[in-house]
């Protein structure tokens, strides 16, 4: 005699739910099935986190635009009254200026712009002939009242884009064009010395009159003629 699924279904839990636990084959010899189920660990691995204070450092907690709630504590500047600009300059004071300050030579004449006239008012570059007669501190004076002019140059033509003046910047523009030629002129003349240098270097390695082991103790230069003339 044949028993149908659902029949064997419904006799089997009918069985089961005759036993107080579950089957000796389905849990574990060591569990103790008479006390109750308490979990062993936590089921998530990251450690719990800390309880936050009551309290926290932040000033500015609590205060809100739309609630309008202000600040906590008073700031220092609250009762403060607020500076006032001096309209009338007759009452403002006045700042003394020496005359002699470095910060002058930005500036042409004590003014602030100078005028198209002023600018356009030079003369020639510098040349190479003319600069290699030059000793070495006339070069470097040279080349630092270019780079005081340039600079002059440069803050002309700053304010004169702050006022929006509209004048000026050809005159502004030839000028500097002729001091970056002098400039370059001088690069030109200190190259073909250092040259002159390195090749004379090159040849008094060879000459038996120079000497640059005895440099700092004794003179390089020892004519050997010298050497072999009798004192007096």
């Known amino acids: 005699m044949s028993i149908s699924p659902v029949t064997f279904v419904c006799k089997s839990v009918r069985i089961f739910s005759q036993i107080d636990g579950p089957l000796a084959f389905l849990a574990p010899s060591s569990t103790n099935w008479s006390l109750p189920f308490n979990q062993r660990s936590h089921f998530s691995t990251t450690a719990p986190r800390r309880v936050r204070r009551t309290r926290d450092n932040?000033?500015?907690?609590?205060?809100?635009?739309?609630?309008?709630?202000?600040?906590?504590?008073?700031?220092?500047?609250?009762?403060?009254?607020?500076?006032?600009?001096?309209?009338?300059?007759?009452?403002?004071?006045?700042?003394?200026?020496?005359?002699?300050?470095?910060?002058?030579?930005?500036?042409?004449?004590?003014?602030?712009?100078?005028?198209?006239?002023?600018?356009?008012?030079?003369?020639?570059?510098?040349?190479?002939?003319?600069?290699?007669?030059?000793?070495?501190?006339?070069?470097?004076?040279?080349?630092?009242?270019?780079?005081?002019?340039?600079?002059?140059?440069?803050?002309?033509?700053?304010?004169?884009?702050?006022?929006?003046?509209?004048?000026?910047?050809?005159?502004?523009?030839a000028r500097d064009r002729v001091i970056r030629m002098t400039q370059r002129a001088i690069k030109h003349a200190l190259t073909e010395r250092w040259y002159a240098w390195q090749n004379a270097q090159r040849i008094a390695k060879d000459d038996p009159n120079i000497d640059f082991a005895a440099h700092g103790r004794k003179p390089i230069y020892k004519p050997k003629a010298l050497e072999e003339m009798p004192h007096p």
């Open 58 to 173: 932040n000033r500015d907690r609590g205060v809100s635009a739309l609630r309008r709630t202000g600040l906590k504590y008073p700031v220092s500047m609250s009762k403060e009254p607020l500076p006032e600009p001096v309209l009338d300059p007759n009452k403002r004071s006045k700042v003394k200026v020496d005359d002699n300050h470095g910060l002058w030579g930005f500036f042409n004449n004590k003014k602030c712009l100078s005028t198209p006239e002023e600018d356009y008012a030079y003369g020639r570059a510098w040349s190479v002939e003319e600069l290699r007669h030059k000793s070495w501190e006339d070069l470097h004076s040279l080349w630092w009242v270019c780079v005081k002019e340039r600079n002059r140059l440069a803050t002309e033509k700053y304010e004169r884009k702050r006022l929006e003046a509209g004048y000026g910047d050809f005159e502004a523009r």
